[in-house]
């Protein structure tokens, strides 16, 4: 019974961590390199490879019934959610003020 719950927390976790980290990476990548630059943070190509390096992690650490992994509570699970938790507290906070609607991937707005 105690091995179900600790498989299922184990699980769940690893579910967050692969949703944060594939949000943390869309959002990064929004964000146009002079607003990185400007926020005085590395560039928008260092973060989104940061980034996707989670990702990677995150996904490949799923454990069954979905994936193969043995979660994400592993030393580099846990680097990965690391990244994902310094990019959302205090680059994309220091990021976002500098964007300009309209300056990102897309060049247009609605």
Known sequence: MFGFLQSSVVFV????????SIWALVDAAKYSNS???AAGKQTKTIWL?????????????????????GGIIGFLGII???AVIVYFVEVRVKVAPHH???SGPKGGTW
């Open 100 to 102: 300009r609607p309209g």
């Open 13 to 20: 976790l690893s579910l967050g961590a692969l949703v944060g």
């Open 49 to 69: 490879a940061i980034l996707a390096v989670a990702t990677l992690i995150a996904f490949i650490s799923v454990p069954p019934p979905i994936g193969r992994g």
């Open 35 to 37: 607003a990185y630059v």
């Open 80 to 82: 990965s959610i690391g």
